[in-house]
T-cell receptor, first 114, second 114 residues
């Protein structure tokens, strides 16, 4: 079982809709969770970090964390064509809690159609 | 402007040659990381360093070497021993406190070896 799993997609949503991206992880003691956006040919850009159970909102983005079920999700409201990108989930694994090492999922490609 | 710079953006080398990729940061971050990304795949950790003059192997260190002589700089050498060096190389940095493991990425270097 991979340590961090994401559906590779593509996930296709119409403009203005809510896009829901999901990520599951295997390490029960993981404490820090991150979402990165990566446009084609570019480097990843941090868009959300979440450390405790529940929801965290930032503009059109909401990160949701459920440690009991070991999943973290990213909701994008009012999706725009400019949101079309690959979204990477990253988890700080317990064995490296003092090193900052992250394990990345393979990413979910989001396509927002006008 | 604070940030991470990588140079060059594109690099072409002949098989059997060593090549060094540059990574510099002025964010005053303690930790620095090197990742490799292949098409359609997530990020794989090559090496990381939490402090000057110290570094650790990541998941795919074979065929690579690094140094950390200054806090701001973490160059990566791709040696001729690396069997499949063609890839997108990403450098990142972060703080090392548990409340802030957010990693920030440079623009990347795309290496092609023929």
């Amino acid at each position: 079982q991979k340590e961090v799993e994401q559906n590779s997609g593509p996930l296709s949503v119409p403009e203005g809709a809510i896009a829901s991206l999901n990520c599951t992880y295997s390490d029960r003691v993981s404490q820090s969770f991150f979402w990165y956006r990566q446009y084609s040919g570019k480097s990843p850009e941090l868009i959300m970090s979440i450390y405790s159970n529940g929801d965290k909102e930032d503009g059109r983005f909401t990160a949701q964390l459920n440690k009991a079920s070991q999943y973290v999700s990213l909701l994008i409201r009012d999706s725009q064509p400019s949101d079309s990108a690959t979204y990477l989930c990253a988890v700080n694994i317990a064995g490296s809690s003092n090193t900052g090492k992250l394990i990345f999922g393979q990413g979910t490609t989001l396509q927002v159609k006008p | 402007d604070g940030g991470i710079t990588q140079s060059p953006k594109y690099l072409f080398r002949k098989e059997g040659q060593n090549v060094t990729l540059s990574c510099e940061q002025n964010l005053n971050h303690d930790a620095m990381y090197w990742y490799r990304q292949d098409p359609g795949q997530g990020l794989r950790l090559i090496y990381y360093s939490q402090i000057v003059n110290d570094f650790q192997k990541g998941d795919i260190a074979e065929g690579y070497s690094v140094s950390r002589e200054k806090k701001e700089s973490f160059p990566l050498t791709v040696t001729s021993a690396q069997k499949n060096p063609t890839a997108f190389y990403l450098c990142a940095s972060s703080m090392t406190s548990a409340s802030s493991y957010e990693q920030y990425f440079g623009p990347g270097t795309r290496l092609t070896v023929t």
